[in-house]
């Protein structure tokens, strides 16, 4: 939970209050500890940079697949590629930082930098600073670059790539 101000934080202790809502601070139900597995930083920028919003705001000429992957592909893909995304709060932490990000961009594209900062939360000024190399590469155009797709790769199994062809 992200409490940005005092009504946040009146409404939050309000909920807590009435029992409607538990915070879990140091540990799950019953005392056991919150699973988290892996690292978000690499994979949170490669998600960015591929985000076709983003990619809509960064590349001239981007238009957006309109058909999807075939339903038997995207099951697999997601059943493969969930083994190797971080996994319980590491995996909540990556969707947060992820949708900061997207959105910052955004904002800065509607408004232009100077301007957005007035508008955007200080925390997530803080958080783009530790994607900070990421993020300026994004800001000039250049996501999407072959080293990119060979990080992204890199991260993919030697057998799934040769399965899939992506030599």
């Known amino acids: 939970v992200t409490v940005r101000n005092r009504k946040g934080a009146a409404m939050l202790s309000g909920a807590v209050s009435s029992g409607r809502v538990v915070v879990l601070r ?40 309109s058909s999807g992957t075939p339903k038997w592909l995207g099951d697999l893909l997601a059943s493969l590629i969930s083994r190797t995304l971080p996994q319980g709060l590491e995996f909540a932490r990556y969707s947060i930082d992820y949708h900061f990000l997207r959105n910052l961009l955004f904002v800065e594209n509607r408004m232009g930098v100077r301007r957005a900062q007035r508008h955007v939360p200080q925390y997530v000024n803080v958080l783009a600073r530790q994607y900070e190399e990421g993020m300026a590469d994004i800001r000039v155009g250049r996501s999407g670059t072959a080293a990119d797709r060979e990080s992204l790769l890199s991260m993919v199994p030697p057998w799934l790539r040769e399965a899939l062809f992506l030599f």
């Open 26 to 65: 140091d540990g799950g139900h019953g005392g056991r500890g919150l699973p988290s597995r892996g690292d978000r930083s690499k994979i949170t920028i490669q998600t960015v940079q591929r985000d076709s919003l983003v990619c809509s705001l960064t590349q001239e000429g981007f238009i957006p697949s």
